[in-house]
């Protein structure tokens, strides 16, 4: 990987015990909890590759004809109505989030600039030389913003439907993969 992309470890809870062993509370800045794959129902992992990135298997972290699709769409609308970005890519732009030290770095990766589209795309690439397509699917429903403080698939499963990842059903599936798209718009809470 380029020398400056850092994998932090995920924020996630923190429990507290009395001296006897019964929790007293639960202290986090990112209420997470990271599950291995094969704790993540198959309809999730589909769902999230069907709405996110239908080609995840068999591009190499950047999707030139996706990449193409929404620029075409995006000029000829006259606004950003699609994004080019691979689920790799998008893993990367999170991991840019939580790495980021201070409000600036976290403003750089937001930005909508070509130079952090094509430094996205760049990191991504090493990404997919290093790890497994499981192992990014994985990083990347673990590491995502669901909306409501839930972060990851896991949070996310029992803050909106109280079964855990592994239990979601189809249509349960659908809307986390969809809420990740844009957590505030999409709340099922609220809309």
């Known amino acids: 990987l380029p020398r400056d992309f850092r994998e932090p470890a995920l924020p996630v809870r923190t429990r507290v015990y009395a001296a006897n062993g019964k929790?007293?509370?639960?202290?986090?800045?990112?209420?997470?909890?990271?599950?291995?794959?094969?704790?993540?129902?198959?309809?999730?992992?589909?769902?999230?590759i069907a709405i996110e990135d239908s080609r995840f298997y068999e591009h190499n972290g950047f999707d030139p004809r996706g990449f193409a699709r929404a620029a075409v769409t995006n000029v000829t609308t006259g606004e950003v109505a699609q994004g080019g970005s691979t689920l790799t890519m998008q893993y990367v732009k999170n991991v840019l989030l939580t790495a980021a030290a201070d409000e600036e770095e976290q403003a750089a990766a937001r930005e909508d600039t070509i130079s952090r589209k094509l430094r996205e795309i760049r990191y991504a690439m090493a990404v997919e030389k290093?790890?497994?397509?499981?192992?990014?699917?994985n990083r990347y429903l673990n590491i995502s913003y669901y909306g409501a403080l839930a972060y990851g698939v896991e949070a996310a499963a029992v803050h909106y439907f109280?079964?855990?990842a592994s239990k979601l059903s189809l249509a349960q599936a659908?809307?986390?993969a969809g809420i990740v798209q844009s957590p505030a718009a999409y709340n099922p809470i609220t809309n």
């Open 130 to 137: 290093r790890l497994t397509k499981d192992e990014i699917l």
């Open 174 to 176: 659908a809307t986390l």
């Open 23 to 48: 929790k007293i509370a639960t202290v986090y800045e990112e209420n997470r909890k990271e599950v291995p794959l094969e704790k993540i129902a198959p309809v999730m992992q589909q769902a999230v």
């Open 162 to 164: 109280g079964v855990s």
